[in-house]
Nanobody
Framework: QVQLVESGGGLVQAGDSLRLSCKGS????????VAWFRQAPGKKREFVTG????????FSADSVKDRFTLSRDYDKDIVYLQMNSLKPEDTAVYYC??????????????WGQGTQVTVSS
């Protein structure tokens, strides 16, 4: 397993952008798929988007396609989630997770503590 730390959350207005970071520790981080999940108040945690060990985005939820993009810096062991054109419905706690390619929580064995993103209208 690896240790994951998210950062970059905050309070923004609708239409703004934010970039979240997921910093991984451990030599295996670069060999793992990394995904972002989010959990809005009163809702179940949901898959948002994920990037493979080979740096391709393997899936994005329809609600974020064309607005959210992923990238990873192998030297720094960081995966970035660039979020553009944010909407109030994007408000949630965002979690990064590392594991294998997939969209189910069970496919990811390491999780961060989460970072809050709040989008005001």
């Amino acid at each position: 397993q690896v240790q994951l730390v998210e950062s970059g959350g905050g309070l923004v207005q609708a239409g703004d952008s934010l970039r979240l970071s997921c910093k991984g520790s451990g030599s295996s981080f670069g060999y793992l798929a990394v995904a972002w999940f989010r959990q809005a108040p009163g809702k179940k945690r949901e898959f948002v988007t994920g990037i493979s060990r080979n740096n391709y985005t393997f899936f994005s939820a329809d609600s974020v396609k064309d607005r959210f993009t992923l990238s990873r810096d192998y030297d720094k062991d960081i995966v970035y989630l660039q979020m553009n054109s944010l909407k109030p419905e994007d408000t949630a706690v965002y979690y990064c997770a590392a594991g294998q390619v997939g969209i189910r929580e069970s496919e990811f064995h390491s999780w961060g503590q989460g970072t809050q993103v709040t989008v005001s209208s």
